[in-house]
T-cell receptor, first 111, second 113 residues
Framework: ELKVEQNPLFLSMQEGKNYTIYCNYS?????LYWYRQDPGKSLESLFV???NGAVKQEGRLMASLDTKARLSTLHITAAVHDLSATYFC???????????WGAGTKLIIKP | DTGVSQDPRHKITKRGQNVTFRCDPI?????LYWYRQTLGQGPEFLTY????????KSRLLSDRFSAERPKGSFSTLEIQRTEQGDSAMYLC???????????FGPGTRLTVL
């Protein structure tokens, strides 16, 4: 059974600091996705990582994928308050069409 | 607006009533997914369509839940004899092909009194 674990589940940080969110998964998959969710809102696609070594950057966020280690990271550089949200990673099941989701990381960035 | 749309955005109902939600995917997307999300949790997969065919349904989904996508375009999710435990956000997503990511609609928030 594919399991996806995120850590930390909660993160409070100051503006201007750097931090990394980790996403580990338990079985083979070459496709990993990062989403953002604001309170009471739906999910916004941030990054689609489709191969080992993939790295994508958008503004202050950078995501990477190491399929051999079954690990993805979401790195936040010089955090700003607008990045406060819950961040989810999700992994494709190779055998069917489901996305298996992590529990989410609630990120609070204090001015 | 060419994104995924869902209707209604909010639904309040009494226990035992039936409810139906609608999802309109991005027009060229042939894959459509339904998820349920409760507060503080990640989305829980409910079911998946490729065109009009329902290819996967969660083992956790009770027989009170049914979904259709009659012409391979919009989809409906019906919950019969609602229970308080059905209160959640119901999310619809669509995608083009495997590996391109799923795009989510705004969700329908269901409250069962």
């Amino acid at each position: 059974e594919l399991k996806v674990e995120q850590n930390p589940l909660f993160l409070s940080m100051q503006e201007g600091k750097n931090y990394t969110i980790y996403c580990n998964y338990s079985t083979t998959s070459d496709r990993l996705y990062w989403y953002r969710q604001d309170p009471g809102k739906s999910l916004e696609s941030l990054f689609v990582l489709l191969s080992n070594g993939a790295v994508k950057q958008e503004g202050r966020l950078m995501a990477s994928l190491d399929t051999k280690a079954r690990l993805s990271t979401l790195h936040i550089t010089a955090a700003v308050h607008d990045l406060s949200a819950t961040y989810f990673c999700a992994v494709d099941m190779v055998s069917n069409y489901q996305l298996i989701w992590g529990a989410g990381t609630k990120l609070i960035i204090k001015p | 607006d060419t994104g995924v749309s869902q209707d209604p955005r909010h639904k309040i109902t009494k226990r035992g009533q039936n409810v139906t939600f609608r999802c309109d995917p991005i027009s060229e997307h042939n894959r459509l997914y339904w998820y349920r999300q409760t507060l503080g949790q990640g989305p829980e997969f409910l079911t998946y369509f490729q065109n009009e065919a329902q290819l996967e349904k969660s083992r956790l989904l009770s027989d009170r839940f049914s979904a259709e996508r009659p012409k391979g375009s919009f989809s409906t999710l019906e919950i019969q004899r609602t229970e308080q435990g059905d209160s959640a956000m119901y999310l619809c997503a669509s995608s083009l092909i495997l590996g391109t990511g799923q795009f989510f609609g705004p969700g329908t928030r269901l409250t069962v009194l």
